[in-house]
């Protein structure tokens, strides 16, 4: 199984700040045929099912705003908000869609300080 | 709009079965890739297990944790999609996602299962 490590495990910035999350895969989630990067990562706020974010790594679902990115290859990932908002106040996941099981990360939870 | 709405979750004893359902609306149901993921209470994200469309070969897949015990199945015509789970065990309490895809783009709001005696 890939083990889907992230850090921190928790999270405090001040608003308007930028907010880093990593994610380190166990093994490589690159597919070498089509170069693309198995990775995605969603944001859960308390009481909701989690909201898809990124997918491939670095492209962003539809609606997402562009205060999100994410970025990596192979086996290191990052997302970052570059400004945080008291809207992006949640728990943000890893997740590898690579190989079955299709693993999460433990998951950071991301404060406002 | 993308809906997707589970049901069938429950108070259930150790050792007993429970059947989930999901419904999907507003999107090609038949070419969908249909995936449950559940959440212990307090915790993070666990993959339970995906069917793919029968034009993909409808392949079904399962997380170790429940192979041989959670069986997961379609209705395209109805456009819903099933877990069966038997020989249920405490650790099986959580909320019940089903989504949609090879990345989850869609999630339901989720049905909550409790094994408990």
């Known amino acids: 199984d890939i083990v889907m490590t992230q850090s921190p495990d928790s999270l405090a910035v001040s608003l308007g700040e930028r907010a880093t999350i990593n994610c380190k895969s166990s093994q490589s989630v690159l597919y070498n045929s089509n170069n693309k990067n198995y990775l995605a990562w969603y944001q859960q706020k308390p009481g909701q099912p989690p909201k898809l974010l990124i997918y491939?790594?670095?492209t962003r679902e539809s609606g997402v705003p562009d205060r999100f990115s994410g970025s990596g290859s192979g086996t290191d990932f990052t997302l970052t908000i570059s400004s945080l908002q008291t809207e992006d106040v949640a728990v943000y996941y890893c997740?590898?869609?690579?190989?079955?099981?299709?693993?999460f990360g433990q998951g950071t939870r991301l404060e406002i300080k | 709009e993308v809906q997707l709405v589970e049901s069938g979750g429950g108070l259930v004893k150790p050792g007993g079965s429970l059947r989930l359902s999901c419904a999907g609306s507003g999107f090609t149901f038949s070419n969908a890739w249909m995936n449950w993921v559940r959440q212990a209470p307090g915790k993070g994200l666990e993959w339970v297990g995906r069917i793919k469309s029968k034009a993909d070969g409808g392949t079904i897949e399962y997380a170790a944790p429940v192979k041989g015990r959670f069986t997961i199945s379609r209705d395209d015509s109805k456009n819903m999609v099933y877990l069966q789970m038997n020989s249920l065990k405490t650790e099986d309490t959580a909320v019940y996602y089903c989504?949609?895809?090879?990345?989850?783009?869609?999630w339901g709001q989720g049905t909550l299962v409790t094994v408990s005696s």
């Open positions: 997740q590898q869609y690579y190989s079955n099981p299709y693993t």
């Open positions: 989504n949609t895809g090879q990345f989850f783009d869609y």
């Open positions: 491939w790594a670095s």
